[in-house]
């Protein structure tokens, strides 16, 4: 029963109508750690910490011959990445934690930016927690577009009123012109910088004229200033994010960092560009003319 689309295959929405909920998945290897076992709960705490290594994906998982080979890190640390029922599942739930719950205010602030919107696409939806955010704030109808069949699953479980469907933000399986309102929080970070420049342009298409796209990522304070710095400015607070920044695994991260977003939006065909940084956060806003 599982699909198996072709990801970077084109705009039709090849998992549209696919129940993510029901969806069996297979197990990849840190599912089949049994925590009885000491050696294989160390063997499993030491994956948090050693080498990082290439994801391992099953052939049978819906997608995996055509996600993109950038994807398949283990980004933040986490054992084989995006890709397992048991870690993707803790990570859903404590990402808002690592991020000391700013994120509720950061998506308070896209929803300002957005709404009223009847058609938002939330772009690297994750657990769903932006997407169901902005529906509780008012969205008409929400549609989150993710790699992950883990996290799709996840979030499909969790948030039943949001249709979710598999993609990539750089070959977005939608219409031109399909909504009113992009969201992406936390996404465009993790992508090398021609993917994320691909990206913007599918944000761009997808937006019916007048729609408006509301980005959020990690703000340039804490990876730029040193400890010292960031813990008189923001306290205990500033060294955490400063350590969160260079330690989590986020290959890309630099590059991000290193390029002007705003040039980047008006490039892909944006106006009224907006950039704004709420420590630990920056925002950008843009509109389609
Ligand atoms: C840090 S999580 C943020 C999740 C969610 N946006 C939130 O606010 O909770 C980053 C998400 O982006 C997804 N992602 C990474 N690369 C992507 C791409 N090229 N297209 C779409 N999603 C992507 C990951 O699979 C992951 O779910």
């Known amino acids: 029963m599982s699909p198996a689309?072709?990801?970077?295959?084109?705009?039709?929405?090849?998992?549209?109508?696919?129940?993510?909920?029901?969806?069996?998945?297979p197990e990849t290897w840190p599912d089949r750690l049994r925590p009885w076992?000491?050696?294989?709960?160390?063997?499993?705490?030491?994956?948090?910490?050693?080498?990082?290594?290439?994801?391992q994906l099953p052939a049978d998982l819906p997608g995996a011959a055509t996600l993109p080979?950038?994807?398949?890190?283990?980004?933040?640390?986490?054992?084989?990445?995006?890709?397992?029922?048991?870690?993707t599942?803790?990570?859903?739930?404590?990402?808002?934690?690592?991020?000391?719950?700013?994120l509720t205010g950061a998506r308070a602030h896209m929803a300002s930016h957005l709404l009223p919107a009847t058609d938002l696409l939330d772009v690297g939806s994750g657990g769903g927690s932006?997407?169901?955010?902005?529906?509780?704030?008012?969205?008409?109808?929400?549609?989150?577009?993710?790699?992950?069949?883990?996290?799709?699953?996840?979030?499909?479980?969790?948030?039943?009123?949001?249709?979710?469907?598999?993609?990539?933000a750089e070959h977005l399986p939608f219409e031109a012109a399909s909504f009113d309102a992009v969201a992406v929080c936390f996404v465009l970070h993790e992508l090398p910088p021609s993917f994320m420049r691909r990206a913007l342009r599918e944000f761009h298409r997808v937006l019916r004229r007048g729609g408006r796209l509301a980005i959020c990522e990690p703000g340039p304070t804490q990876w730029r200033r040193g400890a010292f710095d960031l813990w008189r400015r923001h306290g205990w607070r500033g060294v955490y994010f400063r350590l969160l920044a260079k330690r989590a695994?986020?290959?890309?991260?630099?590059?991000?960092?290193?390029?002007?977003?705003?040039?980047?939006?008006?490039?892909?065909?944006?106006?009224?560009?907006r950039d704004e940084e709420q420590f630990p956060t920056r925002h950008l806003q843009a509109s389609v003319g």
Not at 20 to 25: I, Q
Not at 69 to 87: A, D, R, T, V
Not at 91 to 101: A, D, H, N, P, S
Not at 154 to 163: K, S, Y
């Open 89 to 102: 599942h803790d990570y859903v739930r404590q990402f808002e934690r690592v991020m000391l719950g700013c």
């Open 37 to 55: 076992l000491p050696w294989e709960m160390a063997q499993l705490a030491w994956s948090f910490v050693r080498k990082r290594r290439p994801v």
């Open 130 to 168: 932006t997407g169901a955010q902005l529906l509780a704030a008012g969205a008409g109808a929400v549609t989150g577009v993710e790699p992950s069949p883990y996290l799709l699953r996840h979030a499909a479980r969790r948030h039943p009123r949001i249709r979710f469907v598999q993609g990539l």
């Open 249 to 273: 695994h986020e290959p890309f991260v630099g590059a991000w960092h290193d390029l002007d977003p705003v040039a980047e939006l008006q490039a892909a065909g944006f106006t009224a560009v």
């Open 5 to 25: 689309p072709n990801l970077q295959g084109g705009r039709h929405e090849p998992t549209a109508g696919f129940d993510w909920a029901a969806a069996t998945l």
């Open 69 to 87: 080979k950038y994807l398949l890190q283990e980004f933040h640390n986490l054992p084989n990445g995006n890709y397992s029922h048991n870690i």
